[in-house]
Nanobody, 129 residues
Framework: QVQLVESGGGSVQAGGSLRLSCAAS????????LGWFRQAPEKEREGVAA????????FYADSVEGRFTISEEYAKNTLYLQMNNLKPEDSAMYYC??????????????????????WGQGTQVTVSS
């Protein structure tokens, strides 16, 4: 059973930066599609960024392209999301998610919540103006 634990959320002012981490355990496949998602109050969960482990492709939502960077530390089974130039509209609960890959980790699928079957509990990000 894959377990995911997020950390690194907090409150920052607009223009600031945060780095989220997601520690994973229980992997049973050699490669996974890993994603970051966010959900603001009264809004649907949306994909932010995703990657295929082991140096595979990365995917970004248009709203964060150029500001956020997804990366992995493969040896530590840890996923990161570096968030720069944060905006108030980035405020949300951020979740990491995992699903065995690589066949589901492609443009059009990697940022869809329905692609993923394993989820963390989330970490809150609040950006003030």
């Amino acid at each position: 059973q894959v377990q995911l634990v997020e950390s690194g959320g907090g409150s920052v002012q607009a223009g600031g930066s945060l780095r989220l981490s997601c520690a994973a355990s229980g992997y049973t496949y050699s490669r996974y599609c890993l994603g970051w998602f966010r959900q603001a109050p009264e809004k649907e969960r949306e994909g932010v960024a995703a990657l295929l482990t082991g140096g595979g492709s990365t995917f970004y939502a248009d709203s964060v392209e150029g500001r956020f960077t997804i990366s992995e530390e493969y040896a530590k089974n840890t996923l990161y999301l570096q968030m720069n130039n944060l905006k108030p509209e980035d405020s949300a609960m951020y979740y990491c998610a995992a699903e065995p890959g690589p066949y589901n980790c492609y443009s059009g699928s990697a940022l869809r919540p329905s692609t993923f079957g394993h989820w963390g509990q989330g970490t809150q990000v609040t950006v003030s103006s």
